[in-house]
């Protein structure tokens, strides 16, 4: 199981960087992220995370709001992109993650997806005894939450701490 201190707010950032890259000014995009540190594999949860951000980029039209941010609740750490996209109709919901599933066979040629990104986000998380939740309404959008368990959270270094409340 990997096991690298992985700084989330640092992480967060970055995959923000990339979706303000790849919207090309298109979407209002908006970014939180707490100080917060988690046990993992950094590799593997920027590939997470950075799907998550290119597929709202991808299925929200133009103009659109997307969200990036990391909620510590506790007993899970949760990454959420939340996007005002297209939206994905409930019988989907629980094959999104098959590999090669698609909603809309059509939309791939549109995309260039392969239809292995959620397949891949969801088996990264269970390698991090986290999970995939998704929700989402037809014509108002998704969120897609990367949990991470509380035991994956990791409490603030007492300097990083301290630099943080200057």
């Known amino acids: 199981v990997p096991d690298d201190v992985v700084d989330v707010r640092q992480l967060v950032r970055e995959v923000g960087d990339e979706a303000k890259a ?52 506790g007993n899970e750490g949760r990454f959420e992109v939340e996007d005002t996209g297209i939206g994905i109709a409930p019988e989907h919901l629980s094959r999104l993650t098959e590999r090669f599933y698609r909603v809309d ?43 991470l368990p509380a035991d994956r959270l990791l409490p603030m270094p007492a300097e990083t701490e301290a630099a943080h409340v200057k």
Do not use: C
């Not at 908006?30 to 988690?38: G, K, L, N, R």
């Not at 990104?117 to 999970?131: P, T």
């Open 22 to 73: 790849l919207s090309s000014g298109r979407h209002r995009i908006s970014i939180a992220a707490p100080a917060a540190f988690v046990r993992g594999s950094r590799d593997e949860l920027r590939s997470a995370f950075g799907n998550l951000v290119s597929n709202a980029i991808r299925y929200t039209p133009e103009g659109g709001q997307i969200s990036l941010r990391w909620i510590d609740a």
């Open 105 to 147: 066979k059509s939309r791939s040629r549109e995309t260039g997806g392969t239809g292995l990104g959620l397949a891949i986000v969801k088996h990264i998380l269970m390698r991090h005894a986290g999970r995939l939740d998704i929700a989402s309404e037809v014509g108002k959008g998704s969120t897609f939450s990367a949990v």
